[in-house]
């Protein structure tokens, strides 16, 4: 069992950057992939990126490859999510989440995430 808490988001400019954490309390941290999504005003909660337990495997959604980075220091048992050439269509509360053991590397969806974060909200301005 694993408790998540986010933080780093706030309001930037288009073009800007933002780096979030997410800091997890649980011994067992290490061993668990882990994802960032989001979720826009009247829009479905969509993938971001994950990244395995080792942080050598990473995988991104097309609307944000290039420009974010996901990364995790298992020392610290937190995930980071660094954003960069942020876009308004970034705007969004962010989560981060723990991938169920076992649930296929290629399977992104929401539903194969356990454990959630409350999220973080991000705002780009134009």
């Known amino acids: 069992q694993v408790q998540l808490v986010e933080s780093g988001g706030g309001l930037v400019q288009a073009g800007g950057s933002l780096r979030l954490s997410c800091a997890a309390s649980?011994?067992?941290?290490?061993?668990?992939?882990m994802g960032w999504f989001r979720q826009a005003p009247g829009k479905e909660r969509e993938f971001v990126a994950a990244?395995?337990?080792?942080?050598?495997?990473?995988y991104y959604a097309d609307s944000v490859k290039g420009r974010f980075t996901i990364s995790r220091d298992n020392a610290k048992n937190t995930v980071y999510l660094q954003m960069n050439s942020l876009k308004p269509e970034d705007t969004a509360v962010y989560y981060c989440?723990?991938?169920?053991?076992?649930?296929?590397?290629?399977?992104?969806?929401?539903?194969?995430?356990?454990?959630w974060g409350q999220g973080t909200q991000v705002t780009v301005s134009s």
């Open positions: 989440a723990t991938k169920r053991p076992g649930s296929s590397w290629f399977n992104h969806q929401p539903t194969s995430y356990d454990y």
């Open positions: 990244i395995r337990s080792s942080g050598s495997i990473t």
């Open positions: 649980g011994r067992t941290f290490s061993s668990y992939a």
